[in-house]
Structure formats: structure tokens, C-alpha cells
């Protein structure tokens, strides 16, 4: 049982864990009777690939895995477990996160195999159980991952108040990625620039002086929440957000009316340090 | 009165009847509704603006966050919920949530029977839980913002 929403994406993708969604309260009641229903990803059956997900973009760095995610969600029928090839480079785990982190927003999959990759899709028949892919296969290009940053993120250019990083949690080398590239610079004097972590990755970054340096920038590290779970008292008090998930992305334009901005590491830090998102 | 029935699986039986409002993409939890309201604020949601507040609310099933159930049990509580609930196909977020609202609701149709294409917003639904059966009637007109649907009630098993 989790209550957090890649997390069932990933465990059960990733590392053969049997989880569903369900909801907060059903985590609850779960841990109070130590028991869930046994059906949905519990099931074998279940957990068999039904859609075939062509992936013919150009996706390599952590905003594309982040596109990828959301350009994939919107186009699933509810209840798919997406199957995906294509010629991509085989991404590292915080892509893979942030890619179910993006998925888990937009659609309602809770399993995801990628074809020789993760363990229960050692090929496509391995991924189907069966010989073909029971759906018309869904091709994603590049204009899908076009599409899916124009429908979060602003165009044009604006200043900007409120830097987020952190969805899902920075672990230390990302922490640490972001202390180098401050190191020497100042967050702008209007701008709150912020990287939400959990307690025990944010003491790593006390002890190895990271967090010395964010600070000394005009940066916070926060931990255990992120801006959309604090809500509207909190972020309508901003007008331009600038964020590296498009999770957050997403909530925040539902939250606020202010200008929301999706980018890299570096087009967040350059727009905290400049007060100004720029095209 | 054109009317139409299709039958599915009740997940929370009882009797509810009121405006459709039919989301084919469903409501994204976080950020997808104000659950003061239950206005839809999710943005491109093609019922972005419209309440979720008395209607019934036809989905094809969850969307987003593992606190979905959460958002819908907040519009519960602030009431705003909707009269009865609508899912092409059950999945574990959407059973919880439905445990959590309490209201009638009828899952699992056949793909031809999929409430997402029958029914459109504006159509009466009627969801009767003990025949496991909903009726669409097609010819009603009132705008579901007009709040003419005040008239809706709703009969649940005790």
C-alpha cells in the first residue's frame, strides 16, 4: 500500500511488487486490518500488457521522460497496461520516476512494462502474455511531446516569483547537481526558490554542505510536502511559478491563475537566478 | 421521451437521478475539482468550469493522483457531491472513491454499452442499483448550469 502515486507505478513495474492505487483512505484501513482486497495488480492476470505504445520521439533528458509520461497518459483508454519499444536510450531511475510520476497523473495505469528492460517485459510476447498486442498500437512522436509541453507550460516570456523543484523528491545527486551549478550565484531577491526532499536525504545534504550552499544562494530545502499539497492559500500568493515536474505543472495551473512554467534544471535555476522566465 | 437502458455491475447500490455531466477523459484529482463547489478546474478538461455538484457524473474510470478518492470525499463533506456516479470500467481508485462518496453507483459495461459514449451532458440518467440497470433519457434540454436541476432526488437501500 502507498499513498504516493508513482509509487505504484514504479514498484509495480520496476520491482515486481503487486499494488494498486486505491486511495489515501484505503491505505489507512488497510494498515489498520493488515489486510487489502485481492484483485486489481494482485492479480496476474492483470498485470499483462494490453497496450502497444510506439515510441518514435527523440527522449533522453528528464523534461522529455517528463512529456513522455504526460503524451502517453492522455492517450491510454482507462485501465491499459502499456507495453512500450522503441529506440531510446534506456533512462535512469530518476527519469524512470519522473516518467511514472507524469503517467500517474494523466491516466490511470498502475503497471508499465518497457520491452527488455523491466522484469516481467523480457520481450514483447513476455510483456503480452500472448503473441500481438490486443489494442491498435499508440505512436507517440515528437509533436506528442510538443503538444503535451504546450498544454502545461507557458510560452511567453514573464517574471517570475516562485521556483520549485523536487517532484518527485530529490534524491542527494540531484541535490547535489543543483548545489554545484548555485555555487557563487543568487537566487533573485524576488523570486522563493525552493527543492522539496524527504528528512533523512535533506540531513545528507546538510552533512555534505549542499545545503550550506543553497542557502547561501537564497534557496530553501524543504521537506515531506510539495507546493500543490500546501494548495491555493499558499501558492496564490505568487504569480509566475517556474517547475521542473509537470506534475506540479499541472496542478498549479489548476490551482492558480498566474503564468505556470515547465523546464529543465537549468531553465528553472536560470529563471530563479534572473527573476524572469525567457523564451 | 426517448429513452434508453444499459445495464452494468452496481458497486454501491441504490436509486439517484439527475443531469449527466460526461467526462470521456475523466476529472484529474489534484487541482481537478474545488471541492467547495465541485466545480471542474481542470484546465483543457472539456467540462472545465461546469459542477460536478447534483449531477450524475459519468467517467470512464480514475485519473491522477492516489488521493483522488480524496477530492471527490472532499465535495462529499463541503456538499457538492454528485447524485450518482458512472464508470465505463471499475478500477481501484474509483472503487474507494465510491466507497468514500456513498452514492448509487453502476460500473463495468459492455464496451458497446460504454455510459461515455451513450450518454452526453444535459440527458436525464436514471441509476436503479437494485436492476444493476441505468435509463437515459435523451430529450431533456435544461442546461445543467442553470440549476433546474434542483428538482433532482435521490432514493438510496437503506
Known amino acids: ?279 | 421521451m426517448e429513452k434508453t437502458i444499459i445495464k452494468g455491475r452496481v458497486a454501491l447500490s441504490g436509486i439517484a437521478e439527475g443531469r449527466a455531466i460526461v467526462c470521456p477523459k475523466s476529472i484529474t484529482g489534484w487541482g481537478g475539482i474545488d471541492p467547495f463547489t465541485g466545480i471542474i478546474m481542470e484546465k483543457g478538461n472539456v467540462n472545465e468550469g461546469k459542477s460536478i455538484k447534483d449531477t450524475i457524473l459519468v467517467m470512464p474510470g480514475s485519473k491522477g493522483s492516489n488521493g483522488w478518492s480524496c477530492y471527490f470525499g472532499a465535495a462529499r463533506v463541503a456538499g457538492s457531491a454528485p447524485k450518482g456516479w458512472l464508470f465505463s470500467r471499475i478500477d481501484s481508485s474509483a472503487g474507494v472513491a465510491i466507497a468514500i462518496m456513498n452514492i448509487p453507483t453502476i460500473v463495468d459495461f459492455e464496451k458497446d454499452q460504454a455510459p461515455c459514449m451513450l450518454i452526453q451532458n444535459g440527458d436525464w440518467v436514471k441509476i436503479n442499483g437494485e436492476k444493476c440497470e441505468v435509463e437515459i433519457f435523451k430529450d431533456c434540454k435544461e442546461n445543467i448550469h442553470t440549476n433546474k436541476h434542483r428538482d433532482c432526488h435521490v432514493r438510496k437501500n437503506s
Open chain 1, 1 to 279: 500500500m502507498t499513498t504516493e502515486s508513482h509509487v505504484t507505478v514504479t514498484a509495480n513495474s520496476l520491482w515486481g511488487a503487486m499494488g494498486n492505487s486505491d486511495g489515501i483512505e484505503a491505505a489507512f484501513w488497510s494498515a489498520i486490518c493488515g489486510k487489502t482486497p485481492e484483485w486489481g495488480m494482485h492479480v496476474e492476470e492483470n498485470r499483462r500488457g494490453n497496450q502497444l505504445i510506439m515510441v518514435k520521439a527523440n527522449v533522453n533528458s528528464m523534461l522529455e521522460w517528463n512529456l513522455l509520461g504526460k503524451a502517453i497518459g492522455d492517450n491510454l483508454e482507462s485501465g491499459s497496461v502499456p507495453v512500450i519499444e522503441g529506440e531510446f536510450k534506456k533512462p535512469d531511475f530518476n527519469k524512470l520516476r519522473s516518467f511514472f510520476t507524469a503517467l500517474a497523473v494523466f491516466s490511470n495505469c498502475e503497471m508499465f512494462h518497457i520491452v527488455n528492460y523491466t522484469p516481467e517485459a523480457r520481450d514483447v510476447s513476455d510483456a503480452f502474455r500472448t503473441k500481438v498486442s490486443l489494442k491498435k498500437p499508440i505512436t507517440i512522436d515528437d509533436l506528442s511531446l510538443v503538444e503535451s509541453y504546450e498544454s502545461t507550460s507557458d510560452l511567453e516570456s514573464s517574471r517570475v516569483d516562485f521556483v520549485s523543484l523536487g517532484c518527485p523528491h530529490y534524491d542527494i545527486n540531484q541535490i547535489k547537481e543543483v548545489a554545484l551549478k548555485l555555487k557563487n550565484k543568487k537566487i533573485h531577491v524576488n523570486v522563493h526558490f525552493m527543492i522539496w526532499t524527504v528528512y533523512p536525504i535533506k540531513y545528507m545534504s546538510d552533512e555534505n554542505g549542499y545545503t550550506k550552499i543553497i542557502e547561501e544562494a537564497g534557496g530553501h530545502i524543504y521537506t515531506s510536502s510539495c507546493p500543490g499539497v500546501i494548495g491555493s492559500y499558499f501558492l496564490n500568493t505568487y504569480n509566475g511559478f517556474v517547475v521542473d515536474s509537470i506534475k506540479q505543472a499541472s496542478a498549479i495551473r489548476g490551482i492558480t491563475n498566474g503564468h505556470v512554467y515547465l523546464g529543465s534544471i537549468d531553465q528553472c535555476l536560470d529563471a530563479a537566478v534572473k527573476g524572469k522566465w525567457e523564451k
